[in-house]
C-alpha cells in the first residue's frame, strides 16, 4: 500500500509539472536548467508525499505554491542583492542604520507573506498539512544539504564522523 501511495504521489507530481516545467524551460541553461528541474521534481514529488495530497488537493495546491515560492524568491533575491550593494566602511551610521531597516524591511515583507499564504493554504490543504508543509521544506533542505555535504567528504553520513 504504502510503495503504492507513493508511485501515486509521484505519478501526481510528474503530472502537474507541466506548469512547473514550462517555467524551467523560459530560461534555457544547459546543464544547470536539468538540474534545477531534477531538484524542483524531487522537491514537488517529496513535499505531495509528506502531505499526502489528494489529486483535488494538489490541482490547486500547486498553482498556489509555485506563486507563493515566486515571491519568496524575489523578495530573497531583493534582500540579497541589497546587502551586496551596500558598502558599509563608506557609510555614515546614519546610513548604515537605514540600510540595516531596509534588510528588516525585506525579512518582515517575508514573515507577512508566509503569513497571507498560510491563510490561502488553509483555504485548499488542512491546517495539519500547512504545518507538514513548512515542516516538508525544511526537512527537504536539510536533506539536500546533508548529501550535498556527503558527496563532498566521500560518503561519510553529516553527524556520524
Known sequence: ????????????????????????????????????????????????????????????????????????????????????????????DKDIRAALDEQFKLRQGEINLEKEYVEKFAKVISLRQVVQLMQAERDFTKELIQRLDNRRSGGAPRGQD
Open 1 to 92: 500500500m504504502i510503495r503504492f501511495l507513493s508511485r501515486f504521489c509521484l505519478l501526481v507530481a510528474l503530472a502537474l509539472l507541466g506548469s512547473t516545467g514550462a517555467r524551467a524551460q523560459a530560461a534555457p541553461q544547459p546543464m544547470a536548467g536539468q538540474r534545477g528541474t531534477r531538484l524542483e521534481n524531487a522537491r514537488i514529488a517529496y513535499i505531495t508525499n509528506k502531505l499526502a495530497l489528494t489529486p483535488e488537493q494538489a490541482q490547486r495546491f500547486w498553482p498556489l505554491f509555485n506563486e507563493f515560492t515566486d515571491k519568496r524568491k524575489e523578495l530573497r533575491r531583493q534582500t540579497r542583492f541589497n546587502l551586496r550593494q551596500q558598502d558599509f566602511s563608506a557609510m555614515s
